[in-house]
Structure formats: C-alpha cells, structure tokens
C-alpha cells in the first residue's frame, strides 16, 4: 500500500505481530470470530461479530505505520457512497493502537493471497480491472479518490458465477485529489500487473514481456492479451503520457474484447462467391471492381454481356460503363434469301419498256378495230 506517502506515519519501533484470538472483545463491541496473526505493518481483515447489533461484521485493521484517526477519515468520507464493488462502511475504532474501519460482511479472499500462487488470464484480468475503475468513478463522483489501490485492499469472491466479484475497501484512506484521477489509474495498472507478472510493479514496465506473461489458448486471446499490454503501459506510463480519465481508461478495457472480437469476425468471415463456392477469408473488393455510384446493370444488359463475351467478360468490364443502353434507330431489316425457282428481278429500265410495247401493242389493236368497222 502506498500510504505512507500520503498519511501519517507512527514513530517506528521494535515490530510486533498484531494478534486477536478466537472470541476475543475489540473495542469493547466486536467478537473475534477466529484467531489472526499479522505482521505489525500489513492491513487485514477480522472476522467478527458485533455483540449489540447482533450480526456479523468484517473489520478492517489498517497498517501499524497509519495513524488511527485515519479509520476516522475513511469512514466519515465514504460512509454515503453505495456501490456493489465498494465495501460498505459501518463505522471505526481502535484497538491496541491500531485502528480499524468496520464493513458490512462479506466473504472472499484478497487478491494479495492469489497473486505470484497463479496467472491470471486475460479475461480474468480485465473483468477484474472493470469493475475496480467502476467503483473508483462511482467515488469520484462522490468526490473521494482511492489514492491507495493495491492487491491488498481488494476482496475478490464468487457469485454464482465463473468470474471473480470484486469488493473495494480502504477508501479514502489517502488524500487523493478528487479532481486529478490519475494516482487511481496508476494503481490499477499497479494491480494489472500484479496480477499477471506475480510481483509488485517498481517503475520498469516490459510491455513485450507483460504480453508473454498472460497464459492465452486462443487466437482472440492474444488479441486481447495485446491489446491489454498496451493499457497497462499507458496507466503505468509517466503522468502527463498516462489515461486522463476514467472513462478513458474503462472504455479502453472495453475496447480490449468488443475489438478483438471485431477482428477476429473480420479475419474468420465466411464470403461466397459467384458458383457458390464459400472460402474463410476476409470480405476483400475486387482489384478489378471499383466503386461507383452509378446503379447495378440490369438483367438485360448482362444478358447481353453474356451472350457476346460470356461469364469472364462480364467480370473485367468496369461497371461505371454498364449502364443502360442509349435508344437507337432500328436497323432495315435484312433481305430474306431468294427462292431456288424464283425469277431474277427486273431493274426499273425493263419495265419501263415493257409497259411502252404494251401501249403500242394496245394502239395498233384498237386501229385495226376501227378499220374494220369502217369497210
């Protein structure tokens, strides 16, 4: 926990373990419900009872180098904020000079105890980073920073469900400013790397190394894996290059599956071509097909298109030139082929003199007609 930079210290002397057994009375009011042993200088949580409520609690025992009015603080400040992943504050005390800020129950374990015993995976990690920047925006909006974030102030327990729920304590505990977030995404990247590499971050983050670290089966896994690197690194990174915000940094966890998802679906997808034939391979234009905003040819043109060059020559023609076809004169239709028996056709000059011996003919018949008659 990093409060001794921001709380007061006690003098130091001579460490002593901090010991509570089995039914034994804290602060006049909490019964032990089992025996603890801690070192002098780690927070821990005590199971007991509140004897004048009647029911159970979990307390809280802050680190003997914090002050015991600092119990005061954490409890005045996040007495009114209700989240499911912040542990309600029931109040505070002290106890052999060490104080303690007493919580609703709830079981778990702390995430101290599993981290280095096994890697987490990707999707555990970010699941369980999601859910501690929901509960640190939902206390910025109440005006109270963490300021301390660490695996040893995070409960992690199972709901009814495969994922890890996470439980937040010691609120307040340090004087963040409520207005400058970045301390709290420092320590979540603090956490994300804890959780992975199994040791405490100390400033040298290897983004290629933190990839390698995160056990992964899939290939959507590596994506993730990758892309949850480069989270890390931009919450551990220098303040003025880390997230500004929360928001930023929650939508950028949200990225880390909704994308790698996206790119998978482009990488897998299923395209059927023409003849029905289906590949897995991504959705890929055409080299030889540009877009256009003219409309698609019609049926009779391809038709036609087909009749001509056929199916390939439909494929190379560019379709801005596949429009409908301009009206046009209809052609003189072609002369039918003459009949084996049939005469030749006379041209216009034998006419022409047939029809004068026609008339001659004629005259020369109604003259001797009127000869006739006249003898």
Known sequence: MNSAHSTTE????????????????????????????TPRDEPWFIEALDVTRGRAVLLRMLAGNVHPAAAARIAKRTATIVHPNIATVLGHGQHDGRGFVVHDFFQGVVLQERVGDRRFS??????????????????????????????????????????DHVTLCDFGLALADPQ??????????????AMVMGERFVGNFDRDAFIRAIPVTTEREQVCATRLGKV??????????????????????????????????????????????????????????????TSHPSAEVRDTLDAVAGRHALLAIDPRKLTAPKPQAAPAPAPAPPAETAEPAA???????????????????????????GG
């Open 10 to 37: 006690l003098p130091r002397s001579t460490p002593r373990p901090f010991e509570v057994e089995t039914a034994q009375t804290i602060n006049g009011r909490y019964r032990a419900a089992r025996s603890a042993l």
């Open 347 to 373: 041209t216009p000059a034998v006419g022409m003199w047939v029809m004068a011996a026609l008339l001659v003919a004629a005259a020369i018949a109604i003259t001797v007609v009127g000869l006739g008659i």
């Open 180 to 193: 400058d977030p970045r301390v709290d995404i420092f320590g979540v990247g603090a956490v994300g790397y």
């Open 122 to 163: 990707v999707g555990d990690t970010i699941e369980i980073l999601k859910q501690l920047v929901d509960a640190l925006m939902a206390g910025r909006r109440q005006g109270v920073g963490h300021g301390g974030l660490n695996p040893g102030c995070i409960m992690l327990a199972r709901r009814g469900s495969s994922r």
């Open 232 to 293: 890390i690194a931009s919450c551990v990174a220098t303040r003025h290059n880390r997230f500004r915000a929360l928001v930023d940094l929650d939508q950028a966890l949200l990225d880390t599956t909704t994308k790698a998802r996206t790119d998978k679906a482009k990488r897998v997808a299923v395209t059927t071509v023409p003849g029905g034939l289906k590949t897995s391979r991504a959705r890929k234009r055409p080299s030889n097909v540009r877009p256009t905003g």
